[in-house]
């Protein structure tokens, strides 16, 4: 009998030790133990590591009922500091209590769990650090209480804010343009590719600076984009981008179709693209997590090219715990358009890699939910994503398109909501397997009629 107690003893001392460790290695703030700190207790000797001693991080906002809650993961900063700047030492993560599936809910308090991680813990600590060395903490007329404790080389900080109101407050809208003016707005904008060269896109196309190609005039952004088979002679390639000889079926009536450098040389388009993100990456105009994201568009449809309304992470390409880390949301892609469909889609992780991604494909006239819409009859219309911490949820004109929740199983390949802030994105362009220009093309436009991005849900 012992021996029996003996063996079911080192079990549950191995089955804890097991749990225990799953626990450490999760990206994601936990409170397992379940105790809070009551005050800020950092007191831990530094064992001869350097103290990271002024740390600056995300300021957080009051919870307000209604709105979306802040987001960010493993990420250093919101705005002016580059993901790959080597000078930040540290990353942070926000989790929040109790969970949030969409927005905060009245009469509620809620606890934000900032945890800060050395990006170096062999040499570098968060112990002994006092709270006065560290700033973007929330006015203190906003919380009950903020305490901290250490954990390894880390520093978790818990902010008790207070009580949320008895009503939801109105939404605010957190970043716009109306394109009223005669230039691209630069404090909101910037061109895709960089000042010196054209950024190839899937083997047929490029976004470049070439004059006109992005125009503000008559209340609307103009994307313009023509058959450039000259800027195709010097930068067409096959290699990467698929095999001389390579045979399609992507649209029914060019089944067999042979990829050569010439059909990519014929077919090529230059066209112009904007990003709410500064062409060297130093420097994030926009960017923003968890929101309702909103556009009034006129499509063209032009065979074999597709325009964007779509969202980037910095973060994306990591080791993304499914889309977590950081996601590639594309709101509408007007792919296939000669052919009368479109797309949203989610991507995450490295082409080829390990991770995985998920696309999602709709017909124009065939709605799940039985209504008719064609984006392609030159009128605008308006292509949402509710973005919240629960789902993707996506629109057009009001009419839900599409909806992938969190971890939403094998039918969405486990997707999980990204939890970074991304910057916008509006772009056209070609890929090397699609469908051939029309004979007679020359030109086209993509027009924005605006963007707004509001901090609740609109619908």
């Avoid at 003996?6 to 994601?28: E, Y």
């Avoid at 509620?108 to 813990?121: E, F, G, H, S």
């Avoid at 080389?153 to 605010?172: D, H, N, R, W």
């Avoid at 993509?446 to 991005?453: A, G, S």
């Amino acid at each position: 009998m012992k021996m029996f107690r003996g063996i079911v003893f080192a079990l549950l001392v191995l089955l804890t030790i097991l749990i225990l460790s799953a626990c450490a290695s999760k990206d994601v703030v936990e409170i397992d133990d379940g105790i809070i700190p009551e005050t800020w207790d950092t007191r831990t000797s530094l064992d001869g590591k350097r103290r990271i001693n002024s740390p600056m991080v995300f300021s957080l906002t009051k919870p307000e009922a209604g709105n979306y809650p802040e987001s960010l993961y493993k990420y250093p900063f919101r705005m002016g500091v580059a993901w790959f700047d080597d000078t930040v030492e540290f990353t942070q993560t926000i989790d929040w209590f109790p969970e949030i599936k969409k927005t905060f809910d009245v009469d509620t308090q809620y606890m934000a769990v900032i945890r800060l991680d050395p990006k170096n813990p062999g040499s570098r600590t968060f112990k002994t650090l006092p709270q006065a060395n560290v700033s973007g903490l929330p006015h203190s007329s906003d919380v009950d209480s903020i305490t901290a404790k250490i954990v390894g080389e880390s520093l978790l900080i818990y902010i008790t804010f207070k009580k949320t109101g008895s009503a939801k407050v109105p939404g605010k809208l957190v970043f716009f343009d109306e394109f009223n003016g005669t230039t691209l707005d630069k404090t909101k904008w910037d061109y895709s590719p960089l000042p010196e060269m054209g950024w190839i896109r899937h083997g047929r196309s490029a976004w470049n600076n070439r004059p006109n190609l992005v125009e503000v005039k008559n209340g609307s952004l103009f994307l313009n984009f023509f058959r450039d088979r000259e800027f195709g002679q010097a930068n067409a390639s096959v290699t990467p981008w698929g095999r001389e000889g390579q045979r399609f079926d992507w649209w029914p009536e060019d089944s067999g179709r042979v990829l050569t450098r010439q059909l990519l040389v014929d077919n090529w388009i230059s066209a112009g693209a904007i990003r709410s993100m500064k062409q060297n990456y130093t420097e994030r105009m926009f960017e923003h997590g968890y929101g309702w994201y909103e556009a009034r568009i006129k499509f063209p449809k032009v065979r074999g090219t597709m325009g964007a309304f779509w969202l980037m992470s910095m973060t994306f390409g990591g080791p993304g715990n499914k889309g977590q880390y950081g996601t590639e949301i594309d709101i509408l892609e007007s792919i296939g358009n000669g052919h009368g469909t479109w797309d949203f889609a989610i991507h995450w992780g490295i082409p080829g890699g390990h991770e995985s991604y998920l696309k999602d494909f709709e017909q124009p006239n065939t709605l799940r939910n039985g209504q008719n819409l064609d984006i392609y009859d030159g009128e605008f219309h308006v292509f949402a994503l509710d973005w919240s911490p629960g789902e993707y949820v996506f629109y057009i004109d009001g009419i839900e398109t599409g909806r992938v929740p969190d971890n939403g199983g094998p039918e969405f390949n486990n997707a999980r909501v990204n939890r970074n802030p991304n910057y916008i994105k509006l772009s056209m362009e070609s890929a090397f397997w699609d469908a051939p220009l029309p004979a007679g093309f020359t030109s086209g436009a993509i027009e924005v009629d605006y963007i707004r991005v509001y901090n609740q849900p609109q619908k």
